[in-house]
């Protein structure tokens, strides 16, 4: 018997495309919309297709992506998207200086080394060019569904495949630290989870919902379904969701 998909695959290799960005990368993109901007750990394109429905977008987008399934799946969303099957860590189809902005959201917490990340948005940025990175602050009594798998932490966690989820936004800012980076905002705010995902993701469970329509599934939807996302938001309990913006000197 075939068996379908699991939980945790359903919970975290999917995510669902709509309109809404964090007001932090709206704000940062508008003050200065790139006309190159690379997307590292684009996923199924969450953070770049509302960038370019928003038009803040000029010329290209390179989705960055170890997932060839995700890749192709970002460059059907947009002619400016072009696809690179690659680790984050190191982009070797990507000069240095190359792009004008690097966006990387919910990406750092997989990372076996979270280090690497901010000598590599460096080495892609020209300069005075800019950066959006966000992540999870973890309390210590915080709690979620998931238990981690090695070779992440053995414990109830927001996501098993997290090799780490941080301590506050002090912590989160150290490993973003680089000498070729000054940061702009760092800030954190109380990480929901909108119950609207859960019933769909429930449903592809089911196979009420194929899992590949998962990703568009609000685009097909009417309005008042996106805004009821929003609006439904469940907090969960201990987790933060951190974000930090800056620039390369010049």
Known sequence: MTQGPAVEDLEHSRYFLTEWMPPLLRQTAERAPPQVLADLGAGDGGTLWPLDRAGLVGETIYAVDISAEHVALCERLSPKVKGIVSDVA?????????????????????????????????????????????????????????????????????????????????????????????????RSSQLKAPLTDLVFRIAAIARLVRREQLPELYLRLPGWVTRARRATGMPIPGYRWVEATGRKRS
């Open 90 to 186: 190191r982009v070797e189809e990507l000069p240095d200086a190359s792009v004008d902005a690097v966006v990387s959201s919910q990406v750092i917490e997989h990372l076996p080394d979270d280090r690497v990340l901010a000598p590599e948005i460096a080495r892609l940025l020209k300069p005075d060019g800019w950066f959006y990175v966000s992540s999870v602050i973890r309390a210590p009594h915080a709690f979620w569904l998931y238990k981690g798998k090695p070779p992440a932490p053995e414990r109830w966690q927001l996501d098993p495949t997290h090799m780490r989820e941080y301590e506050s936004e002090e912590h989160f800012r150290s490993v973003l630290a680089h000498r070729a980076l000054e940061f702009d905002v760092v």
